[in-house]
T-cell receptor
Framework: EDKVVQSPLSLVVHEGDTVTLNCSYEVTNFRSLLWYKQEKKAPTFLFMLTSSGIEKKSGRLSSILDKKELFSILNITATQTGDSAVYLCAVSSVSNYKLTFGKGTLLTVNP | DVKVTQSSRYLVKRTGEKVFLECVQDMDHENMFWYRQDPGLGLRLIYFSYDVKMKEKGDIPEGYSVSREKKERFSLILESASTNQTSMYLC??????????FGPGTRLTVL
């Protein structure tokens, strides 16, 4: 059974801090790892990392994938209060279209 | 922009009622998914569909059924609602790749 574990479960920081969110996984025939941001409503897509793209960056957010050690990290630099959200990590396998999600990391950025 | 819409943001039903949750996507995506999200349990897959009239059970299909008569529409049906089905229900769609795009969610309360 595919499994995704995120840590920490929650995190409180001050504006301007840099944070690192962790995601470890076990999946048969790995295809991709995805990061989502969820505020009050639906998750919004951030990054997808695959064998051919193990590092992604968008503004203050970046993510890397370590396929050997089976984990990914999401970095957020110079955090802002608008970064407060639950960050979800998910993995997919080659064999089907399903995503397996972790339970998320609740990030709170205080002014 | 991908748009996934769900028929209701909030819904209150009584135990034993039949409940229909509708999801529509406008991007001609092949795959559609229904999840429920509960505190401490994360996102769990109920059913998914990779084509019209096709459906696959997810991780927690008990008590639910689905219907996909048209490519853009995927319905989740609770045949006889129970209090343990009180939850946030999220619909998602994806093209042949992995990135799933989520609707705004329906918060269902069963009394």
């Amino acid at each position: 059974e595919d499994k995704v574990v995120q840590s920490p479960l929650s995190l409180v920081v001050h504006e301007g801090d840099t944070v690192t969110l962790n995601c470890s996984y076990e999946v048969t025939n790995f295809r991709s790892l995805l990061w989502y941001k969820q505020e009050k409503k639906a998750p919004t897509f951030l990054f997808m990392l695959t064998s051919s793209g193990i590092e992604k960056k968008s503004g203050r957010l970046s993510s890397i994938l370590d396929k050997k050690e089976l984990f990914s990290i999401l970095n957020i630099t110079a955090t802002q209060t608008g970064d407060s959200a639950v960050y979800l990590c998910a993995v997919s396998s080659v064999s089907n279209y399903k995503l397996t999600f972790g339970k998320g990391t609740l990030l709170t950025v205080n002014p | 922009d991908v748009k996934v819409t769900q028929s209701s943001r909030y819904l209150v039903k009584r135990t034993g009622e039949k409940v229909f949750l509708e999801c529509v996507q406008d991007m001609d995506h092949e795959n559609m998914f229904w999840y429920r999200q509960d505190p401490g349990l994360g996102l769990r897959l109920i059913y998914f569909s990779y084509d019209v009239k096709m459906k696959e059970k997810g991780d927690i299909p008990e008590g639910y059924s689905v219907s996909r008569e048209k490519k853009e529409r995927f319905s989740l049906i609770l045949e006889s609602a129970s209090t343990n089905q009180t939850s946030m229900y999220l619909c998602a769609s994806s093209p042949a790749g992995d990135t799933q795009y989520f609707g705004p969610g329906t918060r269902l309360t069963v009394l």
